[in-house]
């Protein structure tokens, strides 16, 4: 990386003392394996709104009207616009941020299965917190991930997948956009696509074919649009063998008889969930070393992210 990619980030994971009660949520995972690799900005909505540190906790809450965030004690304390504000203003800072780490089961930072109470104060894990909520929906593209999401090595795997493509995405939008920059781009993620989503693959692909033809701005906005949006579905061993599949056939005059059995039997056993995804994955390097396909050599799918997360040791 000649750069550094930046996160946003819930402020408590990182240890700042910015809670309710004065405390915080340090992630040991993001602190220790994560912050290698990128540069966290935090933020606290309640903080920045002006609740203070310690403050009166609050909660989400359904009315005729919505769902709010409302104080605990005092429900009458409506901080709901006030964070919807606070999310609007950041929104139009993050131009820099390649992806976002948010607190989990947080009535304002929250991505999902929030409680919302109900009018009989009956709790549903339905909501969203209410800055995270309006942020997701003024950037649909950023990645997005919470903190108790990323321990699951699949959704973990996925988020950095796409910050990186995010951020490659960025530098491309950065350098000027033109037909053969987003050609090169859609190319190099071509296998990226396939083990996310076939039918988007395809889709890409044609508009990719009109790069020179239609207003190019609104062309790149629609590819952004599905490719983000593409990625966000988990990659399957189903999906990746095909994509190895691939791989293997720019190899096929190259290998002789026994290598290509041995390649064959380690598809088939990461297919099956005996091996993980590093398994056929560094056979395949091994190969490319030995007869160089410079068509994959450019494709990002065989080294997404730097090797030392080791995300596919348990893929």
């Not at 408590?12 to 290698?36: A, M, T």
């Not at 950023?142 to 699949?154: A, K, Q, S, T, Y």
Request: proline content about 6%; glycine content about 6%.
């Amino acid at each position: 990386m000649t750069h550094t990619i930046h996160i946003g980030i819930s402020s408590c994971l990182l240890g700042q003392e910015v809670r309710y009660d004065g405390g915080h949520k340090r992630n040991v995972f993001v602190l220790n394996n994560l912050s290698e690799y990128f540069e966290f900005v935090p933020y606290c909505p309640e903080v920045a709104i002006g609740m203070g540190t310690p403050r009166p906790p609050i909660r989400l809450v359904r009315r005729d009207d919505g769902v709010h965030a409302v104080g605990i004690q005092d429900p009458s304390m409506d901080k709901t616009d006030a964070l919807r504000d606070y999310a609007f203003e950041v929104s139009g800072q993050l131009s820099e941020i390649s992806g976002y780490i948010l607190k989990k089961d947080s009535p304002s930072c929250g991505m999902e299965r929030v409680r919302v109470f109900d009018h009989n104060n009956v709790p549903a894990k339905t909501g969203s917190g209410i800055y995270a909520a309006t942020l997701m929906e003024c950037l649909p593209n950023l990645p997005f991930e919470e903190e108790g999401r990323l321990m699951d090595p699949v959704l973990r795997e996925n988020f950095i997948e796409r910050v990186f493509v995010y951020y490659r995405w960025q530098q491309m939008i950065k350098d000027g956009l033109s037909p053969s920059a987003l050609v090169d781009f859609h190319s190099r993620h071509k296998f990226n696509v396939l083990a996310h989503d076939e039918p988007a693959y395809r889709r890409l692909g044609r508009l990719v074919a009109d790069a020179g033809k239609e207003h190019l701005h609104a062309l790149a906005s629609s590819y952004i649009d599905i490719l983000m949006q593409a990625l966000k579905i988990p990659a399957t061993r189903k999906r990746h063998t095909n994509v190895l599949m691939h791989v293997m056939g720019y190899l096929k005059d190259s290998l002789d008889g026994d290598d290509k059995q041995e390649l064959l039997e380690v598809l088939d056993k990461y297919r099956l969930g005996q091996v993980p995804l590093i398994v056929p994955i560094t056979l395949l390097k091994h190969h490319l070393r030995k007869y160089p396909q410079p068509y994959i050599d450019q494709q990002y799918y065989m080294n997404p992210y730097p090797e030392e997360l080791m995300l596919r040791n348990s893929l």
